[in-house]
């Protein structure tokens, strides 16, 4: 395990992904979420493929033990990045960022609901204070009972990357469930092909054509999340996941001083108090989580036979 490595991995991914949404909301006035989730896919696929290639493991990531499981992780990743990248036409970088970390706050409850997760008090009472960070970014673009045209297109856009945030966060169930009998390439691979697919049935919708410009950017976009997702992979088999997951949320830093310098976007007060709350829950979740697996790990020593 190298833990520096790998929490320089992790800021690296971040900072791709982050670049990545930029270059997505740089296109977002002309370019529908559905076309925009078919370059990022589509153009993550060759990257993947070379790199699995460079490490032997092509075999391994087309092997799919699970077809199905790949279908409703595909379906709810797809979702999420389309409501995502719609969002980024509605709202400044930092504010669908942070209407984004609701994703593993929920996520916590889903796997409660649906895998049986023993969830307790500590954790329900984090995922209740993330939660309430996330009403807080939301609420000036809720209030609109006596808001104009772009105060109902705000709402709107918050709404889209809320609902986004839950197809996240059902996506991460999905991918515990398909961890216990798929190798990590296979997931990453069969994500991108069926987010590739999925996204052509959007086309009806009303794709258009990019300018040339439009489609480098959205191109090159595609590249960075293969990217993104490499150096996000290799960062997990560097160091312990309770050690590199709360560098997550250095993409507030990155998304602040991106839509502060290239979109001139100027974060509101609001925003970023309920930011430092759903970041604060976000943290202690995952401090439980390290402290769980500690004692599991010690109890595990307790009973194995010494001699």
């Not at 797809?78 to 930092?94: D, Q, R, S």
């Not at 609109?144 to 856009?157: C, L, N, P, Y």
Request: charged share 10%.
């Amino acid at each position: 395990m190298r833990p520096l490595r790998g929490i320089a991995l992790k800021l690296a991914s971040v900072l791709v992904f982050i670049v990545m949404s930029s270059m997505i909301k740089s296109t977002a006035a002309h370019v529908p979420p559905g076309q925009a989730v078919f370059f990022r896919s589509f153009f993550a696929i060759p990257v993947i493929v070379v790199w699995l290639a460079m490490r032997r493991e092509l075999a391994t990531g087309f092997r799919a033990a699970s077809p199905i499981g790949h279908v409703w992780r595909g379906l709810m990743g797809t979702l999420a990045m389309g409501m995502g990248f719609a969002g980024l036409g509605y709202l400044p970088l930092p504010e669908v960022t942070a209407i984004g970390y609701a994703a593993p706050l929920l996520t916590v409850i889903f796997a409660a609901m649906f895998l049986g997760e023993e969830v307790r008090l500590f954790r329900i009472s984090a995922v209740g204070l993330g939660l309430v960070g996330v009403l807080i970014v939301l609420s000036p673009r809720l209030s609109i009972v006596s808001g104009d045209t772009a105060s109902h297109r705000e709402a709107f856009g918050a709404l889209l990357v809320l609902f986004g945030a839950v197809c996240a966060a059902l996506a991460q169930v999905f991918v515990r469930k398909l961890v216990q009998t798929e190798r990590t390439p296979a997931i990453v691979f069969y994500f991108s092909l069926t987010a590739t697919v999925l996204s052509l049935a959007t086309i009806p919708f009303g794709w258009v054509m990019p300018t040339l410009t439009e489609g480098l950017i959205l191109t090159a976009a595609g590249l960075l999340g293969g990217v993104g997702q490499i150096l996000l992979t290799s960062s997990y088999r560097e160091a312990d996941a309770s050690l590199v997951a709360p560098f997550d949320y250095a993409s507030m830093i990155f998304a602040l001083l991106i839509g502060y310098f290239v979109f001139a976007e100027v974060p509101t007060w609001t925003m970023l108090a309920g930011a430092t709350l759903v970041i604060a829950a976000g943290v202690l979740i995952i401090w439980r989580e390290r402290q769980l697996g500690l004692e599991r790990a010690k109890g595990r020593k307790a009973m194995t036979p010494q001699g």
